[in-house]
């Protein structure tokens, strides 16, 4: 009990993914689940709808499309979250506030405003590894 306690801040910690976060699972072999587990724990993933809106966008056209259609069919199995945005990027800052949540992305720009607002970040560094930026 007294562990739960000493790590309360770490445990059920939300992590929201962002569209880059979910393609970079297809683009590099990173075992992207146990990271999670080495730099967090126990958390609860969650995708915005708007996330998985540009996913389906992206899986009828354009490069990328079979990496696309493969990562919505991965996501199924997290919770899905709603926001009212003009953008996903704007969902995922709200979500983030929201939740205290910790987003998981490679836009560069998407990260700046996250720091901004003073949420941590996860990233990928090296093309092999994840980094979480509080």
Not at 33 to 61: M, N
């Amino acid at each position: 009990m007294a562990f739960d306690w000493v790590w309360g801040d770490k445990i059920n910690k939300t992590v929201i993914l962002d569209s880059s976060a979910i393609l970079m699972f297809f683009e590099f072999s990173v075992d992207w689940e146990r990271e999670l587990d080495c730099l967090l724990g126990a958390y609860r993933l969650v995708v915005p709808t708007a996330v998985i809106q540009e996913l389906k966008i992206l899986s009828k056209r354009g490069r990328g499309q079979k990496k696309a259609a493969a990562a919505l069919k991965l996501i199924k199995k997290y919770d899905t979250i709603d926001e009212v945005a003009k953008s996903a990027d704007e969902a995922l800052v709200k979500i983030a506030e929201k939740t205290h949540g910790i987003v998981v992305t490679n836009d560069t720009e998407l990260r700046e405003q996250l720091r901004k607002h003073g949420f941590p970040v996860i990233f990928l560094r090296g093309k092999k590894k994840l980094v979480l930026d509080e």
